[in-house]
């Protein structure tokens, strides 16, 4: 078999490969099979690149000595034009058979931008609570300021949204006299009830643990601990960012509600970190 056919076998190979991984992806996927299809895609291309390289290009010059040809000379001009023809419409053919196999291969391998999943926008900054929102125990029902016990603590999610990870919540009843809530804040605790994130800022564990007499949060992966009298600041442990804390107040029928969202964005993330000219990151 010539070098050219091979080569042609090759490119094809490839273009097919390439088309064929694209179509398989788009219809579903199959991750055995696109791993076979692009190792033919990139085997095929790279088995061309090497036959066109070590069997069609010649660097060495070898001079034959020979008497003159018995063909006149206007004879062996056009027989030369002739082969070169033919060279220059097989190299050509081969030169459009190796963009088209590099351009779908490259097609193919643009394939994992489709699979980056769309922006997420804003959902890193908001959660469920809006402003009206009933706080509801695990059971749904909704909570009264009184049935929150001293003491203890409570996990409490949005009307309708149970479950939600980032909405999760700690309800702690304490005495009112003893809050320190920072400026802004002094009618978020109705009847001494405060409401915070129980997500981490660390790490993002659920704080589960409450000591009530220090009025700590306490978190057990890495012991963090903050304070809940003074608006869940940290004063233990890696945690530099205090537990957001809900705004809530008490509606027309005795149920806590939520006066809007988290007072900042919950868990631990990028707002952490530090920008060149030294501002959070929290827009
Ligand atoms: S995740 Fe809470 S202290 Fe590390």
Known sequence: MTPERVISIAFGASVVASAA???VYLTGGDAQLEGLLLGVALGGLGFGVVTWATRLLHEDEVTEERP??????ATVEATGQMLK?????????????????????????????????????????RTRWSAGKRLVDLDGNPVRPDAVQPGAVQTVFPEGEVGAADAQTLLIKVDPERLQLPSGREAWAPEGVVSYSKICTHAGCPVGLYRAESHELLCPCHQSTFDVLTGAEPTF???DRPLPQLPIEIDDEGYL???????????????????????????
């Open 85 to 125: 023809d033919d060279e220059v419409t097989r190299r050509s053919a081969l030169v459009r058979l190796l963009a088209g196999a590099s351009a779908t291969l490259a097609a193919a391998l643009s394939i994992p931008a489709l699979s980056l999943g769309p922006r997420p926008g804003q959902s890193l900054f």
């Open 237 to 239: 442990g890696p945690a």
């Open 21 to 23: 991984l694209v179509v």
């Open 68 to 73: 003159p040809l018995g063909t006149g000379e």
């Open 257 to 283: 509600v939520a006066m809007g969202d988290f007072s900042a964005p919950v868990g631990p993330g990028f707002w952490n970190l530090q920008r060149d000219d030294g501002e959070e990151q929290l827009s």
